[in-house]
């Protein structure tokens, strides 16, 4: 599995974590979304789900991948 992959896999299990489920998909448009708001391309996440969610959420609430919190 290469790195794209494993940051795929860690923001699908973070959002699992918080009672979401979402597709690898879904994961990719959130990442890269929120990569793009820091002018990058794909930033690298590390191997750890800690902060994930908080970090990508108000993202996946823009994207209607989950709904809005209040």
């Known amino acids: 599995m290469d790195t794209y992959e494993q940051d795929v896999t860690l923001l699908v299990k ?3 974590l918080e009672g979401y489920v979402i597709t690898n998909e879904q994961a ?3 990442w890269s979304e929120y990569s793009n708001e820091l002018y990058a391309s794909w930033m690298m996440m590390g191997n750890k789900t800690d ?3 908080e970090t990508t959420k108000k993202i996946a609430e823009k ?3 989950i709904p809005p919190l209040k």
């Open 51 to 53: 902060g994930l969610y």
């Open 63 to 65: 994207l209607k991948i």
């Open 28 to 30: 990719e448009d959130i």
């Open 14 to 16: 973070a959002y699992r």
